[in-house]
């Protein structure tokens, strides 16, 4: 059974999608993803995407990381989606509904409203989540917020001196975060700018997390660290602009591009 795929990214953070929309795909289970997503023996990708028909939205996303595991959002993709989609639509995620638009280039996505509640991160004990009272080595009191997917945000006045490669598994996996968590170092650079890395639950460093670039900017505004309710993240991949209205929903619009297609043997990964 040959398969299209099509290869993306959103400022190198890199997807491959299956649009299973029309033709239904067998069941894909956690090695089968793995196995897509290694970048020596697979096609290779941060994340594979998999769309399928969906009875409330437009259509359904659903996201894979490359250990395999099933998570509930990723920004990046989202634009590459909408992008791929073409026009307007209302995506079904396992972090909520969210809409996408295409901006020409990239897109912009209504990612909903953020959680600060601690059992909705979710935390293993009530805290404080503006400012967690826990530290691993030098990063500590990060802002907790769930933006479809669980985040821990850590501040910091230089983001080059922090070893994120070391301390972002550990902080991952810690029992503190019994779904593991998100990590984002941060700093602001400027009344509406914030420099940004992030750590990915299930993933590593990646070149850019569109939910984290999310989860960065509220985290910022509710510590009062920005001039208004905005800003512009930098992030190792490229820009992203987030804004977080009144209404409580964060908009999200940046980049996204097809690198290129092709097709595997689905019995050449189960």
């Known amino acids: 059974m040959r398969v299209p795929f099509i290869k993306m990214h959103g400022l190198g953070n890199d997807f491959v999608v299956l649009d299973a929309r029309v033709e239904a795909l067998p069941p894909l ?3 089968m993803a793995a196995a897509l997503a290694d ?5 290779g990708c941060d994340q594979l995407i998999i ?3 969906s009875d409330q939205a437009d259509f359904r996303m659903r996201i894979f990381n490359p250990d395999g595991g099933e998570v509930e959002a990723c920004g990046n993709a989202s634009r590459a989606v909408a992008l791929l989609h073409g026009r307007a639509a209302r995506v079904e995620t396992a972090g909520g509904e969210i809409t996408v638009e295409p901006t020409g280039r990239g897109a912009r996505i209504d990612m909903g409203e953020p959680r600060f509640e601690w059992d909705a991160i979710p935390l293993a004990y009530a805290v404080d989540t503006a ?3 826990v530290a691993w080595e030098g990063l500590a009191n990060p802002v907790a917020v769930n933006v479809g997917n669980p985040h821990a945000v850590f501040f910091v006045p230089d983001l080059e001196a922090v070893p994120l490669d070391r301390l972002g598994p550990e902080i991952e996996h810690d029992a503190l975060f019994p779904e593991r968590v998100n990590v984002n170092v941060a700093q602001v650079t400027g009344p509406a700018s914030i420099t940004l890395k992030v750590w990915e639950r299930g993933a590593g460093l990646t070149r850019a997390c569109g939910t984290g670039a999310c989860a960065t900017t509220v985290a910022a505004i509710r510590r009062g660290l920005l001039a ?4 512009q993240v930098t992030l190792p991949g490229g ?6 209205g009144d209404d409580g929903r964060i908009m999200m619009t940046g980049p996204a591009a097809e690198s290129f297609r092709g097709s595997f043997d689905w ?3 189960v």
């Open 51 to 53: 769309l399928e028909p």
């Open 29 to 31: 289970g956690a090695a």
């Open 131 to 133: 400012a967690m009272p």
């Open 39 to 43: 970048r020596r023996t697979g096609i």
């Open 239 to 244: 820009t992203l602009d987030i804004e977080w």
């Open 267 to 269: 019995g050449d990964f």
């Open 228 to 231: 208004e309710r905005q800003a």
